[in-house]
């Protein structure tokens, strides 16, 4: 080859040299170009997030650094910030802004309102468990299914379960009573028995007939629920594309079979039982446990409706939701059953498709649960610390149910008055949910303030942290069931107590968790007194999505009488 002549090769090293040159060539600039482009489209973002107080931030991590840790200690240290600024505070994660807000005129704006409906992007993580089920779904989707959902949910279906919600609380009794009087862990027991309670009455099927154990699935959500939040406080296991090759990957995706295998029996079970032309719950009540009609006649009229007067179900008295309506305007037909209904609209056509009721099973199965157990435990606990406010709820279940072991109708939860209030206390201090999340798609004007925050942002109700405000609630961290007398509830705002969330995306199984939660735990003080060897200040709080106690829920149990006696 003479000087001069270029080779095949060194022709296509060159080509592919200026190839890679005029890459980088136009890259750079492109770079430079989207950066200029996406700074601009946020500069409307950032002018306005300036004006929020907020604690300082690095460059390009803003405040992530806050997240880094164990739970409790990430809890503890952004509760404890918190105290540094008044109702609206600004944090950034990175690239996002995040609001969180703890006054209750501006909770109000948001939670009452018709478009600030749609959930954060942080939910995204649940999808592969629950796809587009009540909790994530949003837009015309999420309107039509809670149009569906919420009236299976209404008080006069609920009264059907009461006999359920006896029964497995009998047997919740008859298994705690084998820890004798040795301290343990009692959430693992309301995570089973809420499971139970969740397969016999909202879905219907026996307990008995799911060859898993509803305990093996409480303890996948627990798992299920560490994973995702992991990926909310760890950056990098965000993209699915690095967290599905990590271990935490892995384990979801076995821990997704253990959860959806029990819930695709579930409706193959109930679908079934549906084509026998069996409706209601298949589940059996022992026969000492049924509540004889006449008791059930001599309810007042006012309680075949689904409000009750004064009794409020776990929201402040003068907020109505779709939960709240009349039975006069529910009809005949809908008094139907959670999944009874789900798939009676899918054999009528095109309401919901199978995919759909499974996501709607898996939602309610999932919120349901962890929720309801987080909140009974609580409980339990503040019952083992409070001695005398439990000698009080003693009381008052003995004055209603004597030395009888009768099961308790719907009439005698309504007696229960100081229990009640004893249960929204406990979900004042330790709410189950302790934050709700919203993504902004307008501009929202605070009232609390003059502050605007952004379209794009993410507004975080810090209920948690809303319950605990001194100018609301005197003496904010001490535990008072008195905060719940009508007359101190009189003149609070609406949304300064907001555990099951409140408007139109308010929580469908309100009505539900109070009712069971009454009956659950009347019937364990009923049968025990509560003891705790570990006071308030010494529980180790963890908010990974449901708020829990990292320690554990650790109480000990006096029977109160040594056997049950029949009615
Ligand atoms: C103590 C028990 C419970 C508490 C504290 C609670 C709390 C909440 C809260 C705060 C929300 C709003 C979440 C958000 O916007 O991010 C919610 C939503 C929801 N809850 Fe509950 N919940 C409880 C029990 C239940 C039960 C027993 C069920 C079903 C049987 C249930 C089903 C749902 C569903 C389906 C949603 C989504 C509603 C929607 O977006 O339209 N919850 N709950």
Redesign the pocket.
């Known amino acids: 080859m003479t000087v001069g002549e270029t080779s095949p090769d060194m022709v296509s090293q060159s080509g592919l040299l200026s190839a890679t040159s005029v890459f980088y060539f136009l890259l750079v600039p492109a770079l430079i170009l989207w950066y200029a482009y996406w700074k601009l489209s946020r500069r409307h973002m950032l002018e306005l997030a300036e004006r929020i107080p907020g604690p300082k931030g690095w460059p390009m991590i803003g405040n992530a650094l806050e997240f880094i840790g164990s739970s409790p200690t990430i809890f503890k240290r952004v509760y404890g910030h918190s105290f540094d600024f008044e109702s609206v505070v600004k944090v950034w994660i990175g690239p996002k802004l995040m609001i969180f807000l703890f006054d209750p005129r501006d909770v109000e704006i948001i939670l009452s309102s018709h478009v600030y409906i749609d ?1 954060s992007t942080e939910y995204r993580f649940f999808k592969p468990w629950l796809g587009d ?3 994530i779904s949003t837009g015309q989707k ?1 309107r039509a299914h ?1 149009k569906l ?1 919420a009236p299976t ?1 209404h008080l006069n279906v609920l009264k059907s379960f009461i006999e359920l919600f006896n029964a497995n609380s009998r047997a919740t009794v008859e298994k705690l009573r084998k820890e004798g009087n040795k301290e343990f862990d009692c959430h693992d027991y309301m995570s089973e028995a809420t499971v139970e309670m ?1 397969l016999e009455t ?1 879905m219907g099927v026996s307990k008995k007939t799911q060859e898993q154990s509803g305990f093996e699935y409480a303890m996948a959500v627990m798992k299920m629920c560490d994973i995702l939040h992991l990926r909310h406080t760890k950056v990098w296991l965000r993209p699915d594309l690095i967290f599905n090759l990590t271990k935490y990957g892995k384990n979801q995706e076995s821990l997704l079979s253990i959860i959806h295998g029990l819930t695709t029996k579930v409706i193959k079970n109930k679908k079934e039982a549906f084509n026998k032309g069996i409706r209601g719950s298949i589940a059996e009540v022992p026969k000492e446990l049924k509540i004889n009609q006449e008791t059930k006649d001599e309810e007042p009229v006012t309680q075949k409706t689904t409000s009750v007067e004064g009794s409020s179900f776990g929201q402040s008295v003068g907020l109505r939701d779709d939960l709240d309506v009349d039975d006069n305007d529910v009809g005949e037909k809908k008094r139907l059953a959670f999944l009874d209904l789900m798939i009676e609209a899918s054999q009528n056509g095109v309401v919901i498709t199978d995919k759909e009721i499974k996501e709607q099973v898996d ?2 199965m999932f ?2 649960h962890d ?2 157990a987080a ?1 009974s435990s609580f409980f339990l606990s503040m019952m083992g610390i409070h001695q005398d406010i439990q000698d009080k709820v003693i009381q008052e279940l003995d004055e209603i149910f004597g030395d009888s072991d009768r099961p308790a109708t719907f009439a005698d939860t309504l007696e229960m008055k100081y229990l009640e209030r004893c249960l929204m206390e406990t ?1 004042r201090l330790y ?3 302790p934050i ?2 919203r993504q902004l798609q307008q501009d929202l004007q605070l009232v609390s303030g003059d502050y605007k925050i952004p379209a794009g942002a993410t507004v975080v109700v810090g ?1 948690f942290k809303l319950h605990r405000r001194a100018d609301i609630y005197p003496n904010p961290d001490k535990f008072d069931p008195d905060n719940f007398l009508p007359e101190r509830t009189a003149n609070r705002h609406y949304y300064a107590f ?4 409140a408007g139109p ?6 009505k ?2 109070m009712l ?2 009454k009956i659950l735990l009347s019937t364990i003080l009923r049968n025990f007194k509560i003891k705790s060897d570990i006071g308030e200040k010494d529980f180790q709080l963890q908010g990974d999505i449901i708020l829990k106690r990292a320690e554990g829920f650790k109480i000990r149990l006096e029977p109160r009488k040594p056997m049950a006696k029949a009615h």
Do not use: D, H, M
């Open positions: 959930k089920g009540l909790l999420w809670r959902i949910f969740l909202a939602t309610i919120e349901g929720t309801t909140g979900l709410p189950p949910v709700i999340a209920t907001i555990p099951f969330s995306r308010s929580c469908v199984g309100r539900y968790a069971k939660l």
